[in-house]
């Protein structure tokens, strides 16, 4: 493949996918190939994690208690605490150094999916503390992983139910939600509706 594409190193990137909450079980694959390849900072560009927030179904039996995990569990700071997004992050980076390659999210936001508690799940998509969460989740991945290192969201525009909520935005015409605009005020000036750099 890296012949093939040779002549297009930096318009192709190659990203090898692990699991957040175990990278381990990528390494037998990695030590296999730099015994037989070399270093894989050498055909691999970047190491993707997919750095889901989810809760517990016994802990989302209302909104309150949804949000307390959330808040409490789900984005506690401590990265020596199981479970946490810091701590997964924490893992993820490790792993990644350990290869000398970049970390970056090659999808994730929350993950309320599931049969249990559907319509609780739904509903934290528009409460307001849904704001406060992705504000705290993308700060702890700036503070562990780096402003600088590629996050992508999964997805713009997407339905809600029992697979799960992705969407920033339910439809195209959507003018903003909690989500969304959580994220786009990580990167422009609260007000500027129309991106020109000017709130007017």
């Known amino acids: 493949v890296k012949t093939v594409y040779a002549n297009t190193k930096d318009k192709v990137k190659f990203v090898y996918a692990i699991q957040s909450v175990y990278p381990d079980g990528s ?4 030590d296999f ?3 037989v390849l070399g270093p894989a900072a050498n055909y691999i560009d970047y190491i993707g994690t997919a750095p889901y927030l989810e809760v517990n179904d016994s802990a989302s039996g209302n909104l309150d208690d949804l949000f307390a995990y959330l808040f409490n569990v789900g984005l506690n700071p401590n ?9 997964f992050l924490t893992i993820d980076l490790a792993f990644a150094q350990k290869y000398n390659l970049p ?11 599931g049969a249990t508690n559907v319509q609780v799940k739904i509903a934290a998509q528009h409460d307001p503390r849904m704001f406060t969460v992705y504000q705290k989740y993308f700060t702890l991945w700036n503070q562990i992983v780096g402003h600088d290192h590629l996050f992508v969201h999964f997805t713009e525009i997407a339905g809600e139910g029992i ?5 920033l935005l339910l439809h195209g015409e959507d003018l903003g939600s909690q989500k969304w605009d959580a994220t786009v005020a990580l990167s422009q000036t609260p007000g500027d509706l129309n991106f020109d750099g000017v709130v007017d």
């Open 33 to 35: 190939a730099e015994n």
């Open 103 to 113: 970390l970056i999210a090659y999808e994730g936001g929350q993950g309320l999916k």
């Open 163 to 167: 697979y799960g909520s992705w969407g």
């Open 79 to 87: 990265p020596s605490a199981y479970g946490t997004i810091a701590n």
């Open 27 to 30: 390494k037998a694959g990695f």
